[in-house]
């Protein structure tokens, strides 16, 4: 058996039930080169290094669509497709039975960043029918989906449109009628300030920012700088007893600066830490607290 077979075989062993894409190869055993499985489509990413004939010739083997992006700095190409058979760039991907469109041809992202598989089902977990969750910087509503399917009432939230268009086709997807829930488009900031005002609050918030954003007026926000006024922002639209899913994947701020963040925005709460999910065995780089009242 090929390393590339084995550690397809590896996985999937662990996988829960329902669900058909993970993580394969996460800079180990080749430096520099991730694999993602995305239902029957492999996913190449390469940071500074390419592709070495032997690693070619495995995933030739596997006879599946292979696409490669490149991750090297200021690259922010889509994938191409690399070898095997020509595939539907449009296509489905199953995670805990939660079906999600791809679209390879979307740009540099695929519509689902899979490190936060267990967040999204410990959302989906902590929700409850009629809680009421804001999801912020939603990017295609994976959250969303989530606690929609448990019950809760979603408002999404995005700067782009495309974003949230996207997020109702998942619902849909998945059987959720999104005219039962909210969609905002704008900036994070300003909404919380706006929810604020109008006393308008949520049982669950999500927060999971792009490391470094700019709002509509063109100021610059970075999680190392920002995130604790985000978070403190956030409590204040957080109803009594409510949570907030504290994530990034920025690699520039350490588990316990990160910590110190959080705690910065959110004083004396309660906070609970989650590990990163098992195919994500390289770089311990993703975050995630849970902050309750
Ligand atoms: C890192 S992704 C967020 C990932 C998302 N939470 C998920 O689970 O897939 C970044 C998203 O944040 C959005 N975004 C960036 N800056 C924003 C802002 N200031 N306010 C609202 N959305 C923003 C982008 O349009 C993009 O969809």
Not at 68 to 77: E, G, Q, S, T, Y
Not at 131 to 149: E, Q
Not at 256 to 284: C, H, W, Y
Request: contains cysteine.
């Amino acid at each position: 058996m090929s390393a590339l077979t084995e550690l397809i075989k590896q996985k999937t062993a662990l996988l829960p039930e329902k669900t058909n894409a993970y993580r394969v190869a996460d800079g180990k055993p080749w430096p520099g080169i991730f694999i993602d499985a995305l239902a029957d489509r492999l996913l190449v990413s390469v940071r500074d290094t390419s592709v070495p004939r032997g690693l070619q010739d495995l995933l030739q083997q596997t006879g599946s669509p292979v696409y490669l992006k490149r991750l090297d700095k200021d690259v922010k190409d889509a994938p191409e497709h690399f070898c095997g058979l020509e595939a539907p760039l449009r296509f489905e991907i199953q995670e805990n039975g939660v079906r999600y469109i791809m679209d390879m041809a979307a740009g540099y992202s695929q519509g689902i960043f899979l490190d936060q598989r267990d967040n999204r089902a410990e959302v989906r977990r902590r929700c409850r029918p009629g809680m009421r969750l804001l999801n912020t910087f939603s990017y295609t509503g994976a959250f969303s989906v989530c606690a929609a399917l448990a019950g809760a009432t979603t408002t999404t939230l995005d700067l782009a449109q495309p974003c949230l268009s996207w997020c109702r086709e998942n619902m849909e997807l998945n059987g959720i009628d999104p005219s039962a829930h909210f969609f905002c488009k704008g900036d994070t900031l300003h909404w919380l300030d706006r929810f604020a005002r109008q006393g308008r609050t949520f049982d669950a918030i999500v927060l999971d920012p792009p490391t470094f954003s700019r709002d509509e007026k063109g100021r610059i926000w970075r999680v190392e700088k920002d995130y604790g006024s985000l978070v403190a922002k956030a409590m204040t639209c957080l109803a009594p007893h409510g949570w907030i899913l504290c994530t990034t994947n920025c690699r520039k701020v350490s588990h316990n600066q990160f910590r110190k963040l959080v705690l910065s925005g959110a004083p004396g709460a309660a906070i609970e830490t989650s590990p990163m999910t098992f195919d994500f065995d390289g770089e311990d780089y993703l975050k995630t607290i849970w902050v309750s009242r």
